[in-house]
């Protein structure tokens, strides 16, 4: 049963500091791992979505790297800006889009 | 283009009433799910709808849960009776196909509040 740990589950950083939240999925047979944003009473969006043939994705300051070898992903934010803070939530996904999240990261960047 | 809609967006309700919530996808999805999101935690999927099929409902309870998708396209999910742990917020998602496991992206709506007292 796949199981999607993240760590930490809460982080407060300063306005411009890059930052990297982490994802560990215990099954590496997935087909592929995306990364959401969620506002406080808000759905999910999507942010990012990596292929299990691939290694990397990025989107503007976000750069999401994925090794299946040793289960995990890394979100990277560059230059975080206080529009950033929400939770951060990655999802596994095996066959039939099936997503398995993690608890998330709940990120606050102060000016 | 439009969302994917959910009502009501908040609801509260005594222990042992019946609930239900309605959602319409993005126009042109054939795929179509229910995730349930416990406070503090990541969302759970409770079942999924290709067209007006179920994929899967393994994590469904059905003894007090049920939806449908009588015509591909609208949703709606029950909860009848409620209990104290049903309180979440439900979100309804859709996708355009599933078929190949490949991955499309998923897009949510901004989910239905559940509080059971």
């Known amino acids: 049963k796949q199981e999607v740990t993240q760590i930490p589950a809460a982080l407060s950083v300063p306005e411009g500091e890059n930052l990297v939240l982490n994802c560990s999925f215990t099954?590496?047979?997935?087909?592929?791992l995306q990364w959401f944003r969620q506002d406080p009473g808000k759905g999910l969006t999507s942010l990012l979505l990596?292929?299990?043939?691939?290694r990397e994705q990025t989107s503007g300051r976000l750069n999401a790297s994925l090794d299946k070898s040793s289960g995990r992903s890394t979100l990277y934010i560059a230059a975080s800006q206080p529009g950033d803070s929400a939770t951060y939530l990655c999802?596994?996904?095996?066959?039939?889009?099936?997503?398995?999240f993690g608890a998330g990261t709940r990120l606050a960047v102060h000016p | 283009e439009a969302g994917v809609a959910q009502s009501p967006r908040y609801k509260i309700i005594e222990k042992r009433q019946s609930v239900a919530f309605w959602c319409n996808p993005i126009?042109?999805?054939?795929?179509l799910y229910w995730y349930q999101q416990i406070l503090g935690q990541g969302p759970k999927l409770l079942i999924q709808?290709?067209?007006?099929?179920?994929?899967?409902d393994s994590q469904l309870p059905k003894d007090r849960f049920s939806a449908e998708r009588l015509k591909g396209v609208d949703s709606t999910l029950k909860i009848q009776p409620a209990k104290l742990e049903d309180s979440a917020v439900y979100l309804c998602?859709?996708?355009?196909?599933?078929?190949?496991?490949?991955?499309?992206?998923?897009?949510f709506g901004e989910g239905s509040w559940l509080t059971v007292v």
């Open positions: 709808f290709q067209n007006n099929g179920v994929v899967d």
């Open positions: 126009s042109g999805h054939a795929t």
């Open positions: 990596i292929q299990s043939s691939q």
């Open positions: 998602a859709s996708s355009l196909e599933v078929y190949g496991g490949s991955g499309n992206t998923i897009y």
């Open positions: 999802a596994s996904s095996g066959g039939y889009n099936k997503l398995i």
């Open positions: 099954d590496s047979a997935i087909y592929n």
